[in-house]
């Protein structure tokens, strides 16, 4: 079956360390994938999408890999903040199924200063 | 300002009482999608529309219709809601729907199904 993951663990970390997410995803052959923010009580905001054929993206403090042998990207945040805690969602969207797109539920990210 | 607008941000209604969220996006994108979010679960796709008139199923559609008789607009539709539709909803927007284009996100609406 088709799955996408994320840590369900909430990732607790010192300001100015760098957090790390895992996105791990089965049976899927995804040509992009997207990372976005998402505060208690609102939406999604967009951070980074990266397409299949490249293996880093950057936009200033943060860092998306994207590994399609091993089905998994990686977001990082270097330099973390208080302000960057926030929950963070991978999401995708099959070839074979245009418009149709995945979630996963979600890594807590808690940086403590 | 470019945005999706959705209405009402809360609801509380009662089991079998026809509802309308609607969703508004600005931004002359072809590309609209509902999505449900509850704990532990993530956002679950209802249905999506990839341009006027076209609209298709999501993951979880049961309960749910839509409409996409303009580009602008995109109404979720619970014919007879049920308690386990109480959920936060979201409503999105894109350029494309083949995710090479960020989603836009409204701001959700909450709503109770008693």
């Known amino acids: 079956s088709q799955k996408i993951e994320q840590n369900s663990e909430a990732l607790n970390i010192q300001e100015g360390k760098t957090a790390t997410l895992t996105c791990n995803y089965t049976n899927y052959s995804p040509a992009y994938l997207q990372w976005y923010r998402q505060d208690p009580g609102r939406g999604p905001v967009f951070l980074l999408l990266i397409r299949e054929n490249e293996k880093e993206k950057r936009k200033e403090r943060l860092k998306v890999t994207f590994d399609t042998t091993l089905k998994q990207s990686l977001f990082h945040i270097t330099a973390s903040q208080p302000a960057d805690s926030a929950t963070y969602l991978c999401?995708?969207?099959?070839?074979?199924?245009?418009?149709?797109?995945?979630f996963g539920a979600g890594t807590q990210v808690v940086v403590t200063p | 300002e470019a945005q999706v607008t959705q209405n009402p941000r809360y609801l509380i209604t009662v089991t079998g009482k026809k509802l309308t969220v609607t969703c508004s996006q600005n931004m002359n994108h072809e590309y609209m999608s509902w999505y449900r979010q509850d704990p532990g679960l993530g956002l679950r796709q209802i249905y999506y529309?990839?341009?006027?008139?076209?609209?298709d199923k999501g993951d979880v559609p049961e309960g749910y219709k839509v409409s996409r008789k303009e580009k602008r607009n995109f109404p979720l539709i619970l014919e007879s809601p049920s308690p386990n539709q109480t959920s936060l909803y979201f409503c999105?927007?894109?350029?494309?729907?083949?995710?090479?284009?960020?989603?836009?996100f409204g701001d959700g609406t909450r709503l109770s199904i008693l």
């Open positions: 999401a995708l969207c099959p070839t074979d199924s245009w418009g149709k797109f995945q």
């Open positions: 999105a927007s894109s350029v494309t729907g083949g995710g090479g284009q960020p989603q836009h």
């Open positions: 529309s990839m341009n006027v008139e076209v609209t």
